[in-house]
């Protein structure tokens, strides 16, 4: 679970701090451009450095710094608790005069606040606490340290960290771009949700108890499903189907056939399975509402809220009533930007909003 | 499948925004069909409560049951 996630000079996030400490599940409200799913892109740096990717210009470019800003390094810092340990990691970029790509100014790991590595520029300092491991080596300082430091076993925090990070859904979904083909099987889908087929033959790999979690969930908003099924059909190629019955007969949908809104219903089964089979997870979801019938967001939401009210961590954005009204005063987060040239500011709405905030939203009373 | 009159459900109708939260804690716990609960847009006092509920809610409620929800503290 997120403790704190700190963001500065990135975009519209300048001295950010997201206070998630205590809260399962947290809701981000805002006018449009005021950082909602900027929020989401910095996680995302944080993510994809965890999947492997440590070329610094394919995770921040110089137009990542705030208003072209490029004197002041762009800073990233997680605080997380997971199996009763705090994993502190932060990461900073700097352009120097002279330089087209981003290097490494600072990054280090920390778990119950002992460092695992720390690193300034180019020189990393290894130092693994109770192992009497020390080492210190230069990296190109246009590279990422984490990604290439070998953990020593599963049991490793500096593999647990690693695999927490690379797990977080951090989901956007464009579902007409969601086929359900596959030719691997993967737990890290990406945040368009586009490899849908492959987290689910993955999940189902890792957990085929998982099934009975995402059919669960399923059957209560489609109660003629009958069953997904998931065929090979072609030299490591599978396709997704989903079968229908009644009394009347069984119908065979093409994943890709299915609408918009019920490939999110799979997405929200598949999320729920994935945590409760190799989570705790983070989820951010950005306006998890998108493509949902008016009678089944309150439910879509409350459904991502108890799930990860047991473990792990849910984050959404949304400018929907009904999805906004699913949350409560002490884990909804206003964020105001009175302008283009100005930064994103986080307000508590326990502290602005007295009485209804759909209406006040509605009536933008909430922001100068 | 959502709330509707063809199935059993509950109707949550709020006073309030704190009622309204305090209905959203309760659709938290686990062991709850949350899907046969639907929690309505907060009417704004006590007196709106009733209201909405004859005017809108009391006639055909068939398979429907409604919670309305009061907070003491404020009757006395």
Redesign the interface.
């Known amino acids: 679970m997120i403790r704190r996630l700190y963001i500065h000079n990135f975009r519209c996030l300048e001295n950010f701090e997201l206070p998630l400490a205590g809260h399962s599940s947290v809701l981000l409200v805002g006018k449009n451009g005021s950082g909602k799913t900027t929020v989401s892109l910095a996680l995302e740096i944080l993510q994809k450095i965890a999947r492997g990717t440590n070329r610094i210009g394919a995770l921040v470019t110089p137009k990542d710094f705030t208003r072209g800003r490029s004197d002041v390094p762009i800073r990233l810092e997680i605080e997380m608790a997971l199996e009763a340990r705090v994993y502190e990691y932060i990461v900073a970029f700097e352009l120097p005069e002279g330089f087209k790509e981003l290097r490494v100014l600072q990054e280090r790991l920390a778990v119950d606040g002992r460092p695992v590595y720390t690193r300034d520029k180019a020189q990393v300092h290894l130092a693994r606490a109770g192992q009497n491991q020390e080492a210190k080596f230069l990296i190109d300082w246009h590279l990422v340290a984490l990604p290439i430091i070998q953990e020593s076993s599963t049991s490793d925090p500096l593999f647990i960290f690693k695999q927490w990070l690379a797990r977080m859904l951090i989901l956007r979904p464009v579902p007409g771009l969601i086929s359900g083909d596959s030719n691997e099987e993967q737990l890290q889908p990406n945040t368009q949700v586009t490899d849908f087929g492959a987290w689910f033959s993955g999940l189902l790999a890792y957990s085929p108890a998982a099934y009975s979690r995402i059919d669960q969930y399923l059957r209560?908003?489609?109660?003629d499903l009958k069953d997904i099924k998931n065929p090979v059909i072609g030299k490591d190629f599978r396709s997704l189907t989903v079968q229908f019955s009644n009394q009347n007969g069984t119908l065979s949908v093409p994943f890709e056939d299915l609408s918009d809104g019920e490939k999110c219903f799979m997405i929200c089964a598949l999320t729920l399975g994935a945590n409760n089979a190799y989570g705790p997870l983070l989820c951010f979801w950005d306006e998890p509402d998108n493509y949902l019938?008016l009678?089944?967001v309150?439910?879509f939401v409350?459904?991502l809220?108890?799930e990860f009210?047991?473990g792990g961590q849910f984050i959404a954005t949304s400018h929907n009533?009904e999805a906004v009204?699913?949350?409560?005063?002490e884990n909804t987060f206003l964020l105001v930007r009175k302008s283009h040239l100005e930064p994103t500011t986080l307000r508590p709405l326990a502290q602005i909003v007295k009485?209804?905030?759909?209406s006040a939203l509605v009536q933008g009373d909430l922001e100068p | 499948?959502?709330?509707?009159k063809y199935r059993p459900h509950v109707y949550v109708l709020p006073e309030?925004?704190a009622n309204?939260?305090l209905a959203?804690?309760f659709?938290?716990h686990?062991d709850l069909l949350?899907?046969n609960i639907?929690?309505l847009?907060?009417v704004?006092g006590w007196h709106e409560v009733l209201d909405h509920f004859k005017s809108d809610y009391a006639n055909g409620m068939g398979l429907r049951q409604h919670v309305l929800p009061i907070l003491f503290a404020r009757l006395a």
Do not use: T, W
Not at chain 2, 1 to 4: A, I, W, Y
């Open positions: 209560e908003i489609m109660p019938a009678s089944e309150g439910h409350m459904a809220r108890r009210e047991s009533p009204r699913r949350f409560s005063e009485g209804d905030l759909v | 499948m959502s709330v509707n309030d925004d309204r939260q959203n804690g659709l938290l686990p949350a899907r639907q929690v847009p907060e704004g």
